[in-house]
């Protein structure tokens, strides 16, 4: 088995593991239609930039079964940990701090990845990513909003 296999089983075991047992702040319904969601996003995000305009590939170029669990299974768990850490009834500035250590967080991933060559960069630029991150954040945090609005709402 290759080192960036080996690396995106080993940290999607890690990631599981955190999500199941993390004290679930948030309902689990909640958790599994914003996490699909990410998950999604995530993908479609990935096909266009790695698949379509190659600007990086993950494990090889087109699509690999590691690669597509391994985002699959961070995605999804990602979401999880984002939301259930969120200090939602804090201050502004505690809600800021927060998104920009989880893109902190995002980017020391995105570098460990790059350096077991699970994504190779082509066009593509890891500050890209930390200024990426931020916003993408943002819009899984106004995606679960928009979701809350739609159960209240029904």
Request: charged fraction near 15%; aromatic fraction near 24%; glycine fraction near 2%.
């Amino acid at each position: 088995m290759e080192l960036q296999t080996v690396f995106i089983y080993t940290t999607s075991v890690l990631i599981v593991v955190a999500a199941f047992f993390i004290p679930k702040k948030i309902k689990l319904y909640e958790l599994y239609t914003t996490s699909i969601f990410a998950t999604l996003f995530g993908l479609l995000v990935d096909t266009v930039l790695a698949v379509k305009y190659k600007t990086y590939v993950l494990d090889k170029p087109g699509i690999q079964i590691p690669p597509l669990i391994g985002q699959v299974v961070l995605y999804f768990c990602t979401n999880i940990l984002l939301l259930n850490f969120y200090p939602f009834n804090k201050p502004l500035k505690w809600r800021i701090l927060y998104v920009l250590f989880f893109t902190l967080l995002t980017v020391v991933f995105e570098f460990t990845a790059y350096i077991f060559g699970f994504i190779k960069y082509n066009e593509w630029k890891i500050w890209y990513s930390a200024l990426s991150y931020p916003f993408l954040i943002y819009f899984l945090l106004l995606h679960y909003k928009f979701f809350l609005w739609l159960v209240k709402k029904s």
